[in-house]
């Protein structure tokens, strides 16, 4: 009996430890909901545009602690909806909860007629909020080089968006912050306008010609200021002929 005592005892303790490892994990691991008692601090990580305070308001966090359950995913789509999250997910692990959220990255401003939006690194293209869209981040946006689009089409086309960024991009890594604008015709060639007025024509949209030009753009611009008589334009033909328009 005494034996049978004993392996039963001990049979009782695995499975007592089993359900307190069990208990225990279950705990630890994400719910599919869960409420804010007994939480201790909520973080917020990868927001760049968005504030925590935002990202928590647009989640749907209540103000103050309560005992009404919160569900994760009806939290997350919530997020989404906002036009600079791409993703997020949120959850709870003992006394703390994390919200993460992925966000799309706005570079420049782009205009087509009277549309405005943010072209991102992705080429995504964002709509703009002149009410909202306010800070140190769209401060900045708004001194580069503002992107063109000849017709609401070719938001269309990612290949063309795709190439404005890089464009965008080279004039800002040539010169900082002294190209007006960037416009793009139908035809995919590109027409550069210095905040003094200057013109660049850089032409057909071929990827090696195009990359040709952008290298010599720099010395093109400087070579043309250099002149005695004020140059009002320069026409790329191609990287090595470059004429200029009093």
């Not at 691991?29 to 925590?52: H, M, Q, W």
């Amino acid at each position: 009996m005494k034996k049978y005592a004993a392996v039963g005892f001990l049979l009782i303790a695995v499975i007592s430890a089993i359900v307190v490892g069990a208990a225990a994990i279950a705990y630890a691991l994400p719910r599919k909901s869960f409420t804010l008692e007994g939480v201790r601090r909520i973080t917020v990580v990868g927001n760049n545009i968005r504030s925590a305070r935002e990202v928590l308001k647009l989640a749907g966090f209540p103000d103050q602690p309560t005992a009404q359950r919160l569900s994760p995913k009806l939290m997350s789509d919530a997020l989404r909806k906002d036009r600079f999250v791409l993703g997020s997910s949120i959850t709870r692990e003992g006394d703390a909860v994390l919200v993460r959220v992925s966000e799309v990255r706005p570079y420049f401003r782009m205009v087509i007629g009277a549309q405005r939006y943010w072209l991102c690194r992705d080429g995504e293209a964002i709509l703009m909020d002149p009410q909202r869209d306010k800070g140190m981040l769209f401060d900045e946006l708004r001194k580069r080089v503002t992107v063109r689009l000849a017709a609401k089409q070719m938001l269309e086309d990612p290949q063309q968006l795709a190439q404005a960024v890089y464009i965008a991009m080279r004039l800002e890594e040539t010169l900082p912050l002294q190209f007006a604008e960037l416009r793009l015709g139908l035809d995919g060639k590109a027409d550069i306008v210095m905040r003094n007025g200057f013109v660049i024509q850089l032409g057909e949209p071929d990827p090696k010609e195009l990359e040709g030009k952008l290298a010599v753009l720099g010395k093109a611009i400087r070579c043309a200021r250099s002149m005695k008589e004020p140059i009002k334009k320069i026409i790329f033909e191609d990287s090595t002929h470059v004429t200029a328009s009093y």
